[in-house]
């Protein structure tokens, strides 16, 4: 897997308190942005965090390319509605060559369990192969491909969607693949916005586990990760 921020709102941070500031005050557009210093920025983002008045983050947006994830991934991205995806179409881009997969882990690390999987891929290239030399539309012979199908996608979202997205996938609970992501899209905006993203992470770093009784019991593990990133 490949994460890789291409392309964010220039200075979201200033573009986000300065659409804060002008809810509250009567002067025009450009002496508020005068006024915002560095350090009135950050003091202001703080207060506005705090108070949960988070509409404005939506004026912030960052956009992500990511290389080498699943089907089984990309299908649980795409159910955050509130933001932007262009994937690799398997129905214009065929697999003339043997289609990559992801591997989890938990296949990979048994011997039998991997040479299983490798064969049932094999199988269903050399059908879906079969399928296009004989003429049949890969928008079709692409119904064989697997969830583990690599694919490319370019997400884009804002900051408040970002953080309701990292609540729920940086989770311990999340599944394994979309928590990888996740995690490294989060080190990827941390530095670009910091004051934003400083408490970002799965739901449990703000309050108790959102998951009851479906609760990892590492909170406190987790909490240490995020912390330190």
């Known amino acids: 897997m490949k994460v890789a921020l291409l392309q964010h709102t220039p ?10 500031r002008l809810c509250y005050s009567s002067a025009d557009i450009e002496a508020l942005k005068e006024k915002l210093s560095g350090a009135d920025v950050k003091k202001f983002l703080d207060k506005i965090m705090s108070l949960g008045h988070q509409s404005v983050l939506e004026h912030a947006s960052f956009t992500f390319g990511v290389d080498g994830i699943s089907r089984v991934t990309s299908h649980q991205l795409v159910r955050h509605r509130v933001a932007s995806f262009s994937q690799q179409s398997q129905r214009y881009v065929s697999h003339k060559e043997r289609f990559a997969v992801v591997t989890p882990q938990s296949i990979a690390a048994n011997p039998k369990h991997l040479e299983l999987f490798e064969a049932q891929v094999a199988a269903l290239h050399a059908a879906y192969a079969a399928l296009v030399e004989a003429g049949v539309p890969a928008e079709d012979a692409r119904y064989l491909l697997p969830n583990a199908t690599e694919t490319k996608i ?3 979202m804002n900051a408040r969607e970002l953080l309701h997205f990292f609540a729920v996938r940086c989770c311990e609970r999340a599944q394994w693949e979309i928590r990888a992501m996740a995690i490294e899209m989060l080190r990827l905006v941390k530095p670009v916005a910091p004051t934003v993203f400083d408490k970002a992470g799965p739901g449990c770093l703000a309050g108790p586990c959102p998951e ?17 990133m």
């Open 154 to 156: 370019i997400i884009t």
């Open 11 to 20: 200075d979201p941070e200033l573009t986000i308190a300065l659409a804060a």
């Open 212 to 228: 009851g009784t479906m609760c990892c019991g590492k909170m406190a593990e987790v909490r240490e990760y995020f912390r330190e």
